[in-house]
């Protein structure tokens, strides 16, 4: 991490608001992608705890269980990974800026690039998969939570598509500068389904809130 990064989970929200509306590189929509994303895996916590513990739900206690851990860590990794993306380019940049004076060091400075571009689409594209988890858990929940709280499992799905949709998009504008085509290619391809499985399960569980309504 970068000396003098904001460790945003330990700021008011109103900081970090501020400092995605600011001038400032970063957070931006990586890092906004990944807390919209949060916020649909609270929502989901939130269904699961409107559920547990109430006799009526005894039935699907179980599952209601398992559902909220893995809520609640879908909800932990995309606040590291909210806070990861706001330094995930620093290395594309520390790069760009060693020296290319000789053949060696263009070679040097060129790799390093490379490098740096790599990680910096690798973290929207934990985002993005963490996302798509974030819709599946909000599907279940819509379909096993209590009724009264389906609309909030509904949004959790919308919030998780839109963290997977805001991920990929700056994975693909790190892939235009990616030569290595093989990492190009099974990226955007991986890309390509967790975009579909994400719109699919939102679909399904506004399906599934709307019935309820």
């Known amino acids: 991490?970068?000396?003098?990064?904001?460790?945003?989970?330990?700021e008011p929200l109103q900081t970090y608001l501020d400092d995605a509306a600011s001038k400032k590189p970063a957070p931006g929509g990586g890092s906004v992608s990944a807390?919209?994303?949060?916020?649909?895996?609270?929502?989901?916590s939130m269904v699961c705890n409107l559920t547990r513990g109430r006799e009526k739900f005894a039935a699907v206690q179980e599952e209601i269980e398992t559902l909220v851990e893995q809520?609640?860590?879908a909800r932990a990794a995309l606040?590291?990974?909210?806070q990861q993306d706001t330094v995930a380019y620093d290395g594309v940049i520390a790069a760009y800026r060693l020296p290319k004076d000789t053949a060696e060091q263009q070679a040097a400075r060129t790799?390093?690039?490379?490098?740096?571009?790599?990680?910096?689409?690798?973290?929207?594209?934990?985002i993005c998969r963490v996302g798509v988890q974030v819709c599946r858990l909000a599907t279940i929940a819509a379909q096993l939570g209590n009724p009264q709280a389906v609309t909030d499992a509904g949004i959790g799905a919308l919030l998780g598509e839109a963290a997977v949709q805001g991920g990929a998009?700056?994975?693909?504008?790190?892939?235009?500068?990616?030569?290595?085509?093989e990492y190009v290619r099974a990226t955007t391809a991986e890309l390509q389904g967790l975009l579909a499985e994400a719109a699919s399960l939102r679909t399904e569980a506004l399906a599934i809130t709307l019935a309820k309504l």
């Open 79 to 82: 606040e590291s990974l909210l």
């Open 35 to 44: 807390c919209v994303g949060a916020l649909g895996a609270a929502l989901v």
């Open 1 to 10: 991490m970068s000396d003098g990064a904001t460790i945003y989970a330990g």
């Open 71 to 73: 809520s609640e860590w």
């Open 169 to 181: 998009l700056n994975v693909k504008i790190n892939l235009v500068s990616i030569k290595d085509e």
């Open 111 to 126: 790799a390093a690039v490379q490098a740096g571009l790599i990680v910096a689409a690798d973290v929207p594209l934990e």
